[in-house]
């Protein structure tokens, strides 16, 4: 039995502030005073108590151990509550014939066996090394640079695997700053917005850091001077494989059990600030989108749009991994957005042993008998998890 009763510390909590950039996300909601991050740790801890006791120190150090597996483990207790509220019993890491490693549930419906399901995080590089230390550079920045007059915005930063030269930047900020004159820059912010204010170009050849800072005026109202200084970040990411890494992901855990003797759902949170569409997830499971030109000599006569077999679901040879009947997948799943978020579940119309869309009461996409998938709407999050429509806010 786990002597563990609660996800987070018992004390009485004073801080109102903002997450720090670097900070990880359980730190964060330990130890704020927030009411909003109160009713998070109230319900997070009301799931745990539902949690198996000889599973609960396990995922009690995940969501304690740095924001990778704080996701993992968060997404974990979230579906294991979704599969509860949805009227199911749930066994953890249950046996699987021949295999050493076992799915993290099997799910149970008035006492018969219905399916497996895998939960797994497909995390973009906001967790990398280069972003870390982004975010150690930018709470820094608040730490050391102030100025009553201006926040700062940062953009087109060219980071590097070495730590980010703060001491230089800092006193760089320092010596612009003292120099901008507020009521020129304010003029121009206030005729062209951000595009009018100068840029401030930073280069370390040494460290390899490159970035540009602009400054931009506060206003005249007093909670505006107290803010922290850095007021916007401007990060651009470049990912044109989106769709092969949500295939890689799910294709990782189609084989890892074996052929098993009931349906088998994976069920993958997209973490990436960029945002995921459709096209991604059909580009994902049923492959590339492609449009093909019909041509007479050098006459363009039509289009044909079709798909490059490179899906998960069909290749080359047609229908392939088949073991998986279907993906759940949600994007951006937070603590403090998962009344809001739906996760949808994507059948594959090519399943061995197909998931029955009956039991499952979140929107899904489910082939019809021509093959193409057709929207059965579900209930919202919060009316399954009998949460309010903008919980944790005041509505």
């Known amino acids: 039995m786990s002597s563990v009763k609660s996800l987070f510390d018992n004390f009485n909590r004073n801080y109102i502030g903002p997450k720090h950039y ?50 993992s483990a968060f997404w974990e207790l979230y579906i294991y509550n979704v599969l509860l509220c949805s009227g199911f019993e749930v066994e953890i890491h249950p ?27 497909l995390l973009s590089n906001s967790i990398s090394a280069e972003q870390k230390h982004r975010n150690f550079l930018f709470d820094k920045i608040n730490e050391k640079v102030s100025h009553p007059n201006f926040f700062l915005g940062i953009k087109d930063i060219k980071s590097s695997p070495t730590s980010p ?14 120099n901008a004159n507020y009521e020129e820059i304010l003029q121009l912010y206030k005729k062209e917005g951000l595009s009018g204010v100068p840029e401030w170009k930073f280069k370390d050849k040494e460290s390899g850091w490159e970035t540009i800072f602009f400054p931009i005026p506060k206003d005249s109202r007093p909670e505006e001077h107290n ?35 009931l349906p088998y759902l994976v069920a993958v949170n997209i973490i990436d600030e960029r945002g995921v569409d459709r096209l991604n997830i059909e580009n994902a499971l049923f492959g590339e989108f492609a449009i093909s030109l019909l041509k007479q000599g050098e006459k363009v006569v039509g289009k044909e749009f079709k798909r490059k077999p490179n899906g998960l679901w069909y290749g080359p040879e047609g229908p392939r991994n088949r073991r998986v009947s279907g993906v759940i997948i949600v994007i951006n799943l937070y603590p403090w957005n998962l009344a809001k978020v739906t996760p949808i579940l994507w059948h594959n119309p090519w399943a061995k042993r ?26 919202e999050p919060w009316e399954l998890l009998g949460l309010p429509p903008n919980w944790p806010y005041n509505s």
Do not use: M
């Not at 046996?95 to 066996?113: H, I, L, N, Q, Y």
């Not at 992901?249 to 074996?258: F, R, T």
């Not at 197909?354 to 209930?379: A, C, R, V």
């Open 165 to 178: 030269p703060v001491r230089k930047i800092c006193k760089y900020l320092v010596r612009k700053l003292s």
């Open 95 to 121: 046996r699987v014939p021949e295999k050493e490693t076992s799915p993290d549930f099997k799910v149970r419906k008035s006492g018969e066996d219905v399916f497996y399901l895998e939960a797994k995080v």
């Open 354 to 379: 197909p998931f029955q869309s009956k039991l499952w009461k979140l929107p899904q996409y489910i082939p019809d008998e021509n093959n193409t998938l057709k929207e059965i709407k579900g209930q």
């Open 227 to 261: 803010r922290r200084i850095l007021g916007l970040v401007i990060e651009s990411f470049w990912d044109t494989g989106l769709s092969n890494r949500i295939k890689e992901v799910i294709k990782e855990k189609v084989s890892k059990y074996g052929e098993l003797d």
């Open 22 to 71: 670097a900070e990880s996300i359980y730190d964060y909601l330990n130890r704020s005073a927030h009411v909003e991050a109160n009713r998070i740790r109230k319900l997070l801890n009301f799931w745990f108590q539902k949690y198996p006791d000889k599973h609960k120190l396990e995922l009690y150090n995940r969501f304690r151990s740095g924001d990778a597996d704080f996701y």
